[in-house]
């Protein structure tokens, strides 16, 4: 248990708060690789969501994209994305292989089945038959999708979101083992130094960030997607996970 | 699919001396690629067991004490939302590098997708299959274990698949401490810049991921003969 | 007769409601009998039902079943010695037929041999196929899993069966040939069975009598669905069992129950002014020709022109025949179809009973 003081001590000692390795550093660093990757996953997998539920093609490649998502290690991902990049950059360029870059392709890459397979699921779930009574109102199929169907799937798409974030944020810890920055810095560098303290006021900042993430999503869900079911009680239904199911759970970090 | 594999392997050895695979290697290393994948399904196998031995009677619990629902889920939610990675080096002053400091993380991960499914897979019970049952007196605990739970297999094990399919992934995160099963051959790979021992480690992973999916997958056709005809639920595959 | 169940003063009141569930209902049923609970929703009627059982704890008052306080008894082992049939069935969806039939006897421990015989015996009485034992539920039709909820309520053999609205759930034709079937089986076993429908017809049909109950379990009539369809205790009542109870009565009435008039006849032997002056008695414009009690059919006077007897004219067949035991709905049935006014009434072999008049039957709606 003395650790775990220790970490906290560390916590509190003013002069882990400045400097470049200090925690606010630290922390902006590794917001700036979570939402950059969470931006650009939900650029590529909302759009594509969208298509395949609305559409209805591709749904068998989505649900085998996101068993694949699950099965595959995150640290497997950000390995084999940071020897691509040393590999394919230039000389010149080859210090960017080192952390940034990297990350925020394999973050991506983690971020986007979760947000996808949700969408289409949230899209696709929608009744059919008020599908059909929507276009016997005359909605054409675009106005189907947007007035009928994005609404419908806000919660899905939420809960994908936040999954998602919380996915990116975890992972983003690992950026500190091809020389990049974020919180998984003072995991690394301490247990390599053997300052415990340090290792544990890391893992406590990182398990804080996760669970702010999370609460914070699933705050803007309540507010996002107020009363979609009848009883008005509760934002979303948690349907259990069963493949092909929107995802409830993603591979951890 | 094989053919896109050759073509990037083909890309990736362009130019360059070093061979994407160097067969050799993995001869070299048999002995250790052995020991490393018990390791990875002796941690599997306990932290998902332990995992159910847990979320298992808190669900039973939970089916016939609906207010304990919400309490319950609120804090595996929790365990389940800190990083492996993070937990992991959270309790490395308390267990140090042992095995347990990787199973406490998997088993808590665990247990909110297991706590859930086996709910889940309760309730999905009718109440009419349920209330027969009871009028032809059978007692509470016969109830469960004739009916609800043979009823609940195919979420239960549906839970059980994610959870397997999720501990194998997590557990190369371990490798930073030296007890990562087939993620130690990651971890090689990543600070040695040598792609061998990276792929071999991302591809017994993944065929362990998969294997273990498919084998309880056949668990639960062998445990749901009645689901087979009547696609009470049948999982996709 | 011995009362084989009995409900003294029962209530179930359900905490933080105002008014009890059901609120001291007390009932005997006869050993051997069918009796119907209906009544509205909210009336209590499967509350009380159940209640026999224990599925439903009751608040106050005794259940004696077979000289015994249900009360008193371990509710599992009270259940098992108790057949309970609801409207989905609840078969066990992961259990075969056999093993959903043989549910009861292995819970009290019969050895295979006794049960394999008992479901032969089952499969006999439900007219159950062979070849359905070895299914799961799903792969049986609507009607089938009905009747196998039934036959597996009945495995042990129990002296009572308790039925939750048994045919609710499957289509009108399925549910006419179960009832008819159940009631076949009723009447071959002697079981007590209470059932509970919502369906009036339906408790009209089956049940030598009927409890209809009011909101909270008030019991407004307990008594032989034909009695109340001809005196309703109350406007409850006649509310309940609607518009229509007039007729609805008349599929419970024998024709034989009833007094046939003679109607007019004739013998082939008569001459033909006999006859003519019986056509004008009759008053319906023709006479039954009846040789020695067999009938041969209808003469006119339009038929009798130039015939010296009766017999030289040539007689008609009726279109509306009823037999005794024919109800008197099916009577009227024919006397408008055939668009005559009276029926004729026959016995095996033409044997002429008499003529069953519209007015005669219509004395029995009006009450």
Redesign the interface.
């Given at each position: 248990m003395n650790g775990l003081v220790d970490g906290l001590q560390w916590l509190i000692d003013p002069v882990n708060w400045s400097g470049i390795d200090g925690v606010p550093a630290r922390v902006w660093e590794h917001v700036q690789l979570s939402v950059t990757s969470l931006v650009i996953a939900t650029l590529i997998a909302l759009p594509l969501g969208l298509w395949v539920g609305h559409a209805r093609r591709g749904q068998f490649w989505t649900v085998q994209l996101g068993n694949v998502g699950r099965s595959v290690p995150s640290l497997a991902v950000l390995s084999i994305a940071f020897l691509l990049a040393l590999k394919l950059l230039p000389g010149d360029y080859a210090q960017l292989a080192f952390g940034f870059l990297p990350t925020i392709v394999a973050l991506t890459l983690l971020g986007i089945p979760v947000i996808l397979i949700n969408t289409y699921v949230g899209i696709q779930q929608v009744d059919q038959d008020t599908v059909e009574a929507a276009k016997g109102m005359g909605m054409d199929g675009r106005q189907i999708l947007w007035r009928l169907e994005v609404p419908m799937a806000t919660p899905l798409v939420m809960t994908g979101l936040r999954l998602a974030a919380v996915q990116i944020v975890a992972t983003a810890s690992l950026a500190a083992l091809i020389g990049g920055g974020g919180l998984g810095r003072f995991i690394v560098d301490g247990f390599a130094l053997r300052e415990t303290d340090k290792v544990v006021a890391g893992s406590i900042l990182i398990a804080a960030m996760s669970l702010l993430t999370d609460l914070a999503f699933t705050l803007l869900t309540k507010s996002a997607a107020p009363r979609l079911t009848s009883d008005g009680s509760r934002v979303q239904p948690s349907p259990p996970a069963v493949e092909g199911h929107p995802a409830d759970f993603v591979p951890g970090t | 699919m094989i053919g896109l594999v050759t073509a990037v392997t083909g890309f990736l050895a362009q130019g360059d001396t070093e061979p994407l695979i160097r067969w050799i290697w993995i001869t070299d290393h048999t002995d250790e690629i052995v020991s490393r994948g018990l390791q990875h399904v002796y941690l599997t196998v306990v932290s998902v067991v332990i995992g159910f031995m847990i979320a298992f009677p808190a669900a039973v619990y939970a089916s016939r004490h609906r207010w304990s629902i919400s309490p319950i889920t609120s804090i595996s939610g929790v365990l389940y939302t800190i990083p492996g990675f993070a937990f992991i080096f959270l309790l490395l002053p308390i267990t140090g590098l042992s095995l347990t400091t990787v199973a406490i993380p998997l088993v808590a991960y665990s247990l909110l997708i297991l706590f859930r499914n086996t709910l889940a897979g309760l309730d999905s019970v009718?109440t009419?299959?349920?209330?027969?049952?009871?009028?032809?007196?059978?007692?509470r605990r016969?109830l469960l274990w004739r009916?609800e739970v043979?009823?609940a297999m195919p979420v239960i094990i549906a839970g059980l698949r994610i959870a397997t399919v999720s501990a194998i992934a997590l557990i190369t995160i371990a490798s930073l401490i030296g007890r990562g099963g087939f993620g130690q051959f990651i971890l090689e790979g990543l600070n040695t810049f040598f792609w061998t021992p990276l792929l071999v480690g991302v591809v017994l992973s993944v065929a362990l991921a998969f294997a273990s999916d498919i084998l309880l997958l056949a668990l639960q056709r062998l445990v749901?003969?009645?689901?087979k005809?009547?696609?009470?639920r049948a999982v996709a595959t | 007769m011995t009362a084989m169940i009995s409900l003294e003063d029962v209530e179930k009141r359900y905490a933080g409601a105002a008014t009890p569930a059901v609120g001291d209902l007390s009932l005997d049923i006869e050993e051997g009998e069918t009796v119907a609970l209906v009544g509205p929703s909210g009336c209590g009627k499967t509350t009380t039902l159940k209640m026999i059982?224990r599925?439903i704890e009751p608040t106050g008052g005794r259940i004696v079943l077979d000289g015994t306080n249900v009360l008193e008894q371990d509710p599992?082992?009270?259940?098992?010695?108790?057949g309970?049939?609801?409207?989905?069935?609840?078969?066990?969806?992961?259990?075969t037929i056999r093993q959903n039939i043989a549910?009861?006897p292995n819970?009290?421990g019969w050895d295979d041999a006794r049960t394999a015989t008992r479901i032969d015996e089952l499969l006999e009485i439900f007219d159950l196929d062979r070849e359905l034992l070895d299914r799961?539920?799903?792969?049986l039709s609507g009607g089938q899993r009905q009747r196998v909820?039934v036959a597996?309520?009945l495995a042990a053999d129990p002296p009572v069966m308790?039925m939750d609205e048994p045919f609710a759930a499957v289509d009108p034709i399925v549910r006419a040939r179960l009832q008819d079937q159940f009631l076949e089986i009723t009447a071959r076993l002697g079981k007590t069975i209470v059932f509970v429908t919502h369906d009036v017809d339906e408790a009209i049909k089956l049940s030598d009598r009927m409890a209809i109950l009011n909101v909270g379990g008030v019991l407004e009539q307990f008594a032989p669905p034909e009695t109340v369809l001809r005196e309703p205790a109350n406007d409850f009542v006649r509310d309940f069992v609607g518009a229509e109870r007039g007729l609805k009565r008349l599929a419970l009435i024998k024709v034989g129950d009833v007094g046939v008039e003679d109607g007019p006849i004739v013998a082939p032997s008569a001459s033909a002014d006999e006859a003519r002056r019986a056509i004008d008695a009759g008053g319906f414009g023709w006479v039954s020709l009846v040789d020695d009690g067999e009938l041969l059919g209808w003469i006119d006077a339009e038929s009798l022109e130039g015939r010296a007897t009766a017999g030289e004219a040539a007689p008609r067949p009726f279109s509306a025949y009823v037999t005794a035991s024919d109800s008197l709905r099916q009577a009227l049935d024919s006397i408008v179809t055939s668009r005559t006014a009276v029926a004729v009434v026959v016995t095996e072999g033409q044997r002429y009973r008499g003529v069953l008049s519209l007015e005669r039957l219509s004395k029995e709606i009006v009450s």
């Open positions: - | 009718e009419d299959v349920k209330e027969a049952a009871l009028g032809m007196g059978l007692s016969q009916v043979p009823l749901t003969p009645w689901s005809s009547s696609g009470v | 059982n599925l599992v082992q009270l259940r098992r010695g108790i309970y049939v609801i409207q989905h069935t609840g078969l066990l969806p992961h259990r549910t009861v819970l009290v799961y539920p799903a792969e909820g597996r309520a308790l």
